[in-house]
């Protein structure tokens, strides 16, 4: 079974500082791994995806995250956190034995960002 | 830019009620989807449909649920005699194939 924890339930940065989000999964099969953001009110906005080409993945906003596979992680990260960062960021993954279609979503991390 | 759309917002109901929750997918996506989110909990997968049928369910799904496309853009999620513990934010999303899945802003169900 394939399963998601993300480390922190919330982090708080100062603008313009680096962000990092931790999340190591659990994944019998090839994995696909996601990281999406919630803004409040709005839908799950997809940031950035791994689906076993390079395993640094660039996303929207300046966002990457790196897939470990030594490490079972998958790490967001963004040089310069922005005032319009402040979100909920969820790490997700779905394997093959899902037949990739059930998205498993970590408990989600409160991004606060302070001027 | 083409989005996922839910009605409604909000939604309360009495225990015991029906609710239907409605979904327009991205209108060139064939994969839907539901899933919810209980307050403080994490996101859940409940059903995925596709060529009008389901083709994964979770346990969550039981036969208090049901989905259905009734036209060529809604796709409904139907509880048939609502529970407390039903109360969640209920998120449709679609997709072309196994990738993105684009999801709505949600529905926030309250079951009093």
């Known amino acids: 079974a394939q399963s998601v924890t993300q480390l922190d339930s919330h982090v708080s940065v100062s603008e313009g500082t680096p962000v990092l989000l931790r999340c190591n999964y659990s994944?019998?099969?090839?994995?696909?791994l996601f990281w999406y953001v919630q803004h409040p009110n709005k839908g799950l906005q997809l940031l950035l995806k791994?689906?076993?080409?390079?395993?640094l993945v660039k996303g929207i906003n300046g966002f990457e995250a790196e897939f470990k596979k030594s490490e079972t992680s998958f790490h967001l990260t963004k040089p310069s956190a922005h005032m319009s960062d402040a979100a909920e960021y969820f790490c997700v993954v779905s394997d093959r034995y899902s037949g990739y279609s059930t998205l498993t979503f970590g408990k989600g991390t409160m991004l606060l960002v302070s001027p | 830019e083409p989005e996922v759309t839910q009605t409604p917002s909000h939604q309360v109901t009495q225990m015991g009620q029906e609710v239907i929750l409605r979904c327009v997918p991205i209108?060139?996506?064939?994969?839907f989807y539901w899933y919810r989110q209980i307050l403080g909990q994490k996101v859940e997968f409940l059903v995925s449909f596709y060529n009008n049928e389901i083709s994964e369910k979770s346990e969550i799904f039981d036969d208090q649920f049901s989905v259905e496309r009734p036209d060529g853009s809604n796709f409904t999620l139907k509880i048939r005699s609502t529970k407390l513990e039903d109360s969640a934010m209920y998120f449709c999303a679609s997709s072309e194939g196994y990738n993105e899945q684009f999801f709505g802003p949600g529905t926030r169900l309250t079951v009093l």
């Open positions: 209108s060139n996506h064939l994969y």
């Open positions: 791994y689906t076993s080409a390079a395993t």
């Open positions: 994944s019998s099969y090839s994995p696909s």
